[in-house]
């Protein structure tokens, strides 16, 4: 059965707690934030601090906080984000050049190492580098915003890192979905291989209650395992 992970960049700021608070008693167990820097992606985001904040409220509920770097240079706040709680630290493999040495300094920080892949970015780049990491996030959207359409080659893409792992003995190392994941997709998502489908605003932005939204992703993504 595929997890869900909630995307905080869709949650109202203002009562994130709150938010958060909601999504565990539905039975979520993954946060994810988006870190942005307005030079990778062309939008902001949140720092550290956030994250701090964020884990703080997963804590109660034991569950495990990712942070996706979507900023250069990703290296450079490795410490900061791992200091302040990050128990998964994705990058991105467009933006770093050493990415082995990347990945290693995230496992010695002591927290989970993973590699995002833009939509254009092919999987087979991820050769070298797939026995490195704990999972691989597929971006099913180009990265930078919540809200947009999920990406139709991205099921295909899935089904390719799928095997490139089962070839490789590598079963353990998951793949995370990111983008555009709602009832309508996650389905699409869960039958292609994928072990968690990260959702923002399908979570805190549809017009149903947070509980609502979680149990019609999960209801979703029940009947596409059947
Ligand atoms: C997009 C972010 C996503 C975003 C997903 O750049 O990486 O995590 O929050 O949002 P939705 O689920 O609304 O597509
Ligand atoms: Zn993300």
């Known amino acids: ?10 949650a109202d700021f203002s009562r994130l707690g709150d938010q958060l608070r909601e999504a565990f008693a539905a039975g979520v167990r993954r946060v994810h934030v988006d870190v942005m820097d307005g030079q990778f992606v062309p ?11 964020v884990r703080r ?8 906080v990712a942070v996706h770097l979507m900023i250069v240079q990703p290296e450079r706040f490795l410490e900061a984000f791992i200091a302040a709680g990050a128990q998964r630290v994705i ?29 254009a970015t ?6 070298e580098v797939v026995a490195h990491v704990s999972s691989v996030l597929v971006m099913s959207v180009d990265p930078g ?23 490789r003995g ?7 979905v ?33 509980a609502d939204n979680v149990q019609a992703l999960a209801t979703a993504a029940l009947g596409a395992s059947l």
């Open 122 to 127: 092919p999987v087979w780049m991820l050769e």
């Open 178 to 210: 990111d983008g555009g994941v709602n009832a309508a997709t996650i389905g699409i998502v869960a039958r292609a291989g994928a072990s968690c489908a990260v959702a923002g605003s399908a979570i805190f932005n549809d017009h149903a209650s947070i």
């Open 170 to 176: 590598l079963s353990r190392v998951g793949i995370s």
């Open 43 to 53: 939008n902001l985001s949140m720092g550290p601090e956030v994250l701090r904040a």
């Open 57 to 64: 409220v997963s804590d109660e509920a034991g569950a495990k």
């Open 1 to 10: 059965m595929i997890e869900l992970c909630a995307s905080v960049l869709s």
């Open 145 to 167: 915003f919540g809200g947009q359409r999920f990406h139709p080659d991205s099921a295909r893409k899935i089904e390719r890192l799928r095997r490139l792992l089962d070839e």
């Open 91 to 119: 990058v991105h493999l467009e933006n770093a050049p050493h990415l082995t040495r990347t990945l290693a300094r995230i496992r010695e920080l002591g927290a989970e190492a993973s590699v995002a892949l833009n939509p």
